[in-house]
T-cell receptor
Framework: SQKIEQNSEALNIQEGKTATLTCNYTNYSPAYLQWYRQDPGRGPVFLLL?????KEKRKERLKVTFDTTLKQSLFHITASQPADSATYLCAFNAGNMLTFGGGTRLMVKP | GAVVSQHPSWVICKSGTSVKIECRSL??????MFWYRQFPKQSLMLMAT?????????EQGVEKDKFLINHASLTLSTLTVTSAHPEDSSFYIC??????????????FGPGTRLTVL
C-alpha cells in the first residue's frame, strides 16, 4: 500500500536559520503533494501544493521541492521565527482521499 | 475564504451516551466532506468520506453503525459518535473540499473537536 513518511523526531533550530523538513513516499506516484501546518489542539492549515511537473514552489519564506525520481519532497522555511514552531504534515491525494505523513515537529528557539 | 468551522470545540461525556459534532463550510459549498480522527502524537487517520445527499464511505476498520455521518446540505456534515466509550476519546477533525472540479482541489480543515469519554 502507499506510504508517506516524515521524520518523527522533532527538529530544533535557532531563530534565523533555515529549517528543512523531509517527506518520502513509496508505492505510489502522486500527481501532487501538499504541505500543512498543525498547531497543538488545532486542525491542519494548508500551506502549499506542488505538482509533479513543478520542481520548486515558493510562498513568502516557504519553499517546497518535489523530486519524483527520489520520491521525496523537501519543505524549507527560511529566516525561521519562533512563531514557525508547529508540526508540519505532508500529504498526497490517492484518488478521493488525502494520505498524511506522521508529521515533523519543528521548534525554533529564539 | 475557505473557512471550515466545527462545533463543539470540545466535549466531555459519560460512557454510553451519544455525541454529535457539526462541521460547516462557512463561505463555500462542499459536495465532499471528510472526517478524520487523530490520537496524541499521531497523524490524521481518515474515518469516512461524506458526499452531500448520499451515504458516507467508511474506511476499513471504522464502524459505520458507531460513527453515524449525515451530509444533509452542501455546507453541513455531522458526525455522531453513538454509545461512546473511553477508547473513542480522540481529536476529531473534519475537512471540506472546494468544488471547483479540479482533481487537485485543496481540502480545508476545521479546528477540530476534542472528545473525552469518561
Amino acid at each position: 500500500s502507499q506510504k508517506i513518511e516524515q521524520n518523527s523526531e522533532a527538529l530544533n533550530i535557532q531563530e534565523g536559520k533555515t529549517a528543512t523538513l523531509t517527506c518520502n513516499y513509496t508505492n505510489y506516484s502522486p500527481a501532487y503533494l501538499q504541505w500543512y501546518r498543525q498547531d497543538p489542539g488545532r486542525g491542519p492549515v494548508f500551506l502549499l501544493l506542488i505538482r509533479e511537473n513543478e520542481k520548486e514552489k515558493r510562498k513568502e519564506r516557504l519553499k517546497v521541492t518535489f523530486d519524483t525520481t527520489l520520491k521525496q519532497s523537501l519543505f524549507h522555511i527560511t529566516a525561521s521565527q519562533p512563531a514557525d514552531s508547529a508540526t508540519y504534515l505532508c500529504a498526497f491525494n490517492a484518488g478521493n482521499m488525502l494520505t498524511f505523513g506522521g508529521g515533523t515537529r519543528l521548534m525554533v528557539k529564539p | 475564504g475557505a473557512v471550515v468551522s466545527q462545533h463543539p470545540s470540545w466535549v466531555i461525556c459519560k460512557s454510553g451516551t451519544s455525541v454529535k459534532i457539526e462541521c460547516r463550510s462557512l463561505d463555500f459549498q462542499a459536495t465532499t466532506m471528510f472526517w478524520y480522527r487523530q490520537f496524541p502524537k499521531q497523524s490524521l487517520m481518515l474515518m469516512a468520506t461524506s458526499n452531500e445527499g448520499s451515504k458516507a464511505t467508511y474506511e476499513q476498520g471504522v464502524e459505520k453503525d458507531k460513527f453515524l455521518i449525515n451530509h444533509a446540505s452542501l455546507t453541513l456534515s455531522t458526525l455522531t459518535v453513538t454509545s461512546a466509550h473511553p477508547e473513542d476519546s480522540s481529536f476529531y477533525i473534519c475537512s471540506a473540499r472546494v468544488t471547483s472540479g479540479r482533481a487537485e482541489d485543496t481540502q480545508y480543515f476545521g479546528p477540530g473537536t476534542r472528545l473525552t469519554v469518561l
